[in-house]
């Protein structure tokens, strides 16, 4: 257990402030890899290559709202949980789309550490066990073809 | 009757206000939410540092690497907080410049200080779209209504700004010239149609959607500046590219001139 990596955390809000925070808050209670990032498109890049646990992201951002970049995160990383963290001025717009990305949880600005905290932890968890359900199926999958091929040579050797 | 547009103006004016509500408060809870998170980051910081210090002390050994690294989140914080504050403040100020009953009386003012604060509370309509450039120059102080004329440049600001569809920039520029304040507020939005044109300054004209434009905001900003301010306002526009509007008010008010 001590070897595996840190949970990876990615953080989007193109304000600084709330991301050095939020990172200030979560490395001081935990020990996640956190990845901050205040323009969606970088945020996008990293998510096509480095797998990650979470993704928590602002809703009204230049260039790509928080659903567009949730979206592309369910595209690339299909296991990632998927946390909106908006302002109040655009929360009817974000129920509206939430249904779209499968949201893991949606969380309202001013946001409560303790509750923010919660949710990663329970979402990281959520990650760990599809993660690993994944792992068991195909496992099954490479031993049901296993057994199919023996069945088959037996089959072909008594025929 | 004297009093009626008067009235209007600030009915309008108060209803403007209205419509920006939701977003200062959501300007506003950016920074205090993160006021708050750092407060409770800093009092356990404390404590732990705190704890790291008295262990070392004890133990007669140089403070640990971990404490060094609780120092330095201790100092982004405070910057954070600093700059959180100001940003809260800037809008505070804004506010009280435009929500600040008109008292009647000729101030000699600052123009480009007064745009400053009407642009924080116009910024909050569109921060995350609009670009937002100041050009100012060197300004005497200003004979005029100053809370009259923060209505002016927020309705101006607030067109300029529902002209552009997606994203543009919004340029306000002040220049002095003989006598004249100029103030000219240009956008890079869609301009305005040449069937249009006569109509603009019409009571009730208006091409935004039923609910959401009165067509009231350039009646008044011309009753403040031509009626109350003995200035001009004009504009220009190219449909596509883009509408610049100026105001010019006299440095010295006509009343006071000898
Ligand atoms: N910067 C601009 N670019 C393009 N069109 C403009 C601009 N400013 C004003 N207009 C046109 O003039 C019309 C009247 O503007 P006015 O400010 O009087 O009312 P409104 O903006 O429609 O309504 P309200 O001010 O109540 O929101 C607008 O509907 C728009 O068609
Ligand atoms: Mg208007």
Redesign the interface.
């Known amino acids: 257990m001590a070897s595996n990596p840190p949970p990876a955390v990615v953080i989007v809000d193109?304000?600084e402030?709330?991301i050095?925070?939020?990172r200030?808050?979560l490395?001081?209670e935990t020990e996640y890899a956190i990845h901050g990032f205040t323009l969606p498109g970088e945020a996008v890049k990293f998510l096509e290559t480095n797998p990650v646990d979470v993704v928590v992201s602002d809703y009204?951002?230049?260039k790509m709202n928080g659903l567009e970049l949730l979206a592309k995160s369910k595209q690339f990383q299909p296991e990632a949980a998927r946390v909106l963290l908006t302002?109040?001025?655009?929360k009817q717009s974000a129920i509206r789309a939430i249904n779209d990305v499968g949201l893991y949880q949606y969380l309202e600005?001013?946001?409560d550490?303790q509750q923010l905290l919660l949710v990663i932890q329970s979402a990281i968890e959520r990650t760990t066990l599809l993660r690993s359900l994944r792992e068991k199926i195909s496992a099954l999958d490479t031993a049901h073809s296993n057994l199919k091929d023996i069945q088959a040579k037996l089959l072909r050797a008594f025929l | 009757m004297e009093e009626e547009p008067r009235h209007l103006a600030e009915l309008y004016r108060m209803a403007v206000l209205g419509r920006l509500t939701a977003k200062i408060v959501h300007e506003i809870t950016t920074p205090a939410g993160s006021i708050r998170s750092n407060n409770e980051v800093l009092a356990r910081s404390l404590d732990a540092l705190g704890k790291l210090l008295s262990d070392a002390t004890v133990k007669k050994c140089a403070p640990p690497a971990k404490a060094l690294d609780i120092l330095e989140t201790l100092k982004n914080l405070a910057g954070v907080d600093k700059i959180a504050c100001d940003r809260i403040s800037a809008v505070v100020r804004g506010l009280k410049t435009y929500a600040r009953v008109e008292e009647g009386e000729l101030r000699k003012t600052n123009l480009n200080d007064l745009l400053r604060d009407t642009l924080k509370l116009a910024g909050v309509e569109f921060r995350n779209r609009v670009t937002l450039v100041e050009d100012f120059g060197e300004m005497p102080a200003v004979e005029c209504y100053p809370q009259s004329l923060s209505q002016v440049f927020l309705n101006l600001l607030v067109n300029a700004g529902q002209a552009i569809e997606g994203e543009g920039q919004v340029t306000v520029r002040t220049r002095a010239e003989n006598g004249w304040a100029r103030i000219s507020i240009s956008d890079t939005g869609t301009g305005i149609a040449p069937e249009h044109r006569d109509r603009i300054f019409t009571p009730g004209f208006t091409t935004k959607p039923a609910g959401e434009g009165t067509g009231l905001g350039l009646v008044i900003t011309r009753e403040i500046v031509v009626d109350h301010h003995h200035g001009t306002i004009t504009f220009e526009s190219e449909p596509g590219r883009g509408t610049t509007f100026h105001a010019r008010i006299p440095i010295t008010h006509p009343r006071n001139r000898s």
């Open positions: 193109d304000e402030m709330v050095t925070s939020v200030a808050f490395r001081l009204l951002m230049p302002g109040h001025a655009d600005k001013p946001w550490n």
